[in-house]
């Protein structure tokens, strides 16, 4: 009987370390503690069992980077054993098994290890075997970030390299990152970061790398800490040469001005420092130097005729130039202040030219009409058309040529001399040319209405 008792306990045993019963019994809230140097930390645990049926023996343990590994704590639910050189520095809390350490130091670094053995009264011979592991890392605040850069001086894009340098005082395992006007920085062609970041090389500068830098610490156990801002001043240009006025009329490089106007001429560049300006007159094949600085002053009057100019914009520091070159040219642009652009203008001629244009082809065009067709005679003469010619359909005078071919004799009637000629081939007909009182023709001899035979006539 009881061998087969025995036999029982051990399928049983076996069953629960199978399907994982143990995890029901403890729990730990965390598995990584991130301690700070000098104050204490829990390694809590979290018992699910009730601990008047159970009987547990345990200890726990740790093991350091170095992989020396010590006892700690030697215990049951009646006892407990501290090791001699931690008493002062551990404590154990009865009965949830937890491990307080006391003020921390480096060498409480490294992994803390619970052994638990669980015997419930109820089933003698059962035996749950609990383990589990716990890190502890012991850090200390970072102190406020002092921020170096190398070289001190500015410096000229493209010629010089700049080394950005980030360190604490104190502070453990410190995380450093890189942010120019408010926005991180990450790696890229130009941008080299040590392993840790705490280094930032910029080989080479460019204008874009100007601004204002600094660096932010931080670790486990302290938030991100600001550097003071620093400035990194890069010398370069110039770019964007640009000359502008506000008067005249521009079109490309050709500015045009009024007679007798006074026109002024700025000469603009993107450069760092600012650049130094020369204006410059190009007339017959020679240049002559006009006045220094971004601005100039011209006179149209003293101009004969178009004259090429030039600004030359020189930085001092870079030892770069750059050139813009424009033509100046007096020509009439009317009165008053009104500007208009050249596709403007062209429009507002064009169109005054066609508006013209029609005008004069409609007046001519009514003229021709009153002097040829005499509308009022016209519709005098149909009006006193017998009804039945009215009615008749209405010819053009092409239908067939054969009834206006023939020879005609001038033949004068007394009446108005004013009266003016038939028109709109009303003078086929004699009775329309006799109502008209003018001008006729009397058909003497009619030609025979063959068409072949009169051609040949």
Not at 259 to 266: A, I, T
Not at 306 to 333: D, I, M, P, W
Request: aromatic share 8%.
């Amino acid at each position: 009987m009881e061998a087969r008792r025995r036999t029982a306990l051990y399928v049983c045993s076996v069953l629960f370390i199978l399907t994982d019963v143990s995890s029901e019994f403890i729990h730990l809230p965390s598995s990584i503690h991130h301690g700070i140097e000098g104050k204490s930390v829990l390694l809590s645990v979290e018992t699910l069992f009730p601990l008047d049926d159970v009987e547990i023996q345990g200890t726990w343990s740790h093991t350091r980077p170095s992989g020396i590994r010590t006892t700690l704590v030697t215990f049951t639910k009646e006892t407990t054993i501290t090791d001699m050189m931690y008493r002062n520095h551990l404590l154990f809390r009865e009965p949830n098994v937890s491990l307080l350490i006391r003020e921390l130091n480096e060498d409480d670094e490294g992994d803390y290890h619970l052994n638990l053995n669980i015997a419930f009264h109820n089933k003698t011979g059962l035996v749950i075997k609990e383990e589990r592991t716990v890190h502890v890392t012991v850090d200390v605040p970072v102190s406020t970030p002092v921020i170096e850069k190398s070289p001190s001086y500015p410096v000229v894009e493209y010629k010089a390299n700049v080394t950005w340098t980030c360190s604490v005082e104190i502070g453990t395992r410190v995380v450093f990152q890189w942010l120019r006007d408010n926005v991180a920085l990450g790696p890229c062609d130009r941008y080299h970061f040590s392993q840790d970041n705490s280094t930032l090389l910029i080989s080479p500068v460019r204008k874009e790398d100007k601004g204002t830098y600094y660096c932010v610490a931080s670790n486990a156990v302290s938030q991100g800490r600001h550097s003071r801002a620093m400035e990194l001043n890069v010398y370069y240009g110039p770019y964007n040469l640009e000359v502008n006025s506000g008067q005249g009329l521009r079109t490309g490089e050709v500015f045009t001005i009024n007679p007798g106007e006074l026109v002024f001429f700025e000469c603009q560049a993107d450069s760092n420092p600012p650049n130094s300006y020369v204006w410059i007159s190009k007339s017959r094949n020679a240049t002559q130097v006009i006045t220094e600085g971004p601005r100039m002053e011209v006179r149209s009057y003293r101009l004969a005729q178009a004259e090429e100019y030039l600004c030359r914009a020189f930085n001092n520091v870079t030892q770069k130039q750059n050139e813009a070159q424009f033509t100046l040219v007096v020509a009439s642009l009317g009165t008053g202040k009104e500007k208009h652009n050249q596709a403007g203008s062209s429009f507002s001629t064009l169109a005054a030219i066609t508006v013209c244009s029609l005008f004069v082809i409609g007046c001519m065009l009514l003229f021709f009409l009153r002097i040829n067709c005499h509308p009022k005679r016209v519709l005098m003469s149909i009006y006193k058309r017998p009804l039945s010619e009215q009615k008749r359909p209405h010819r053009s005078g092409h239908e067939d040529a054969t009834e206006d071919f023939g020879i005609y004799e001038f033949v004068s009637i007394p009446g108005k001399m004013e009266s003016a000629q038939a028109s709109c081939r009303s003078l086929a007909r004699l009775e329309s040319v006799q109502d008209m009182h003018t001008t006729i023709y009397d058909v003497i001899r009619h030609v025979p209405e063959t068409p072949s035979h009169s051609l040949l006539m």
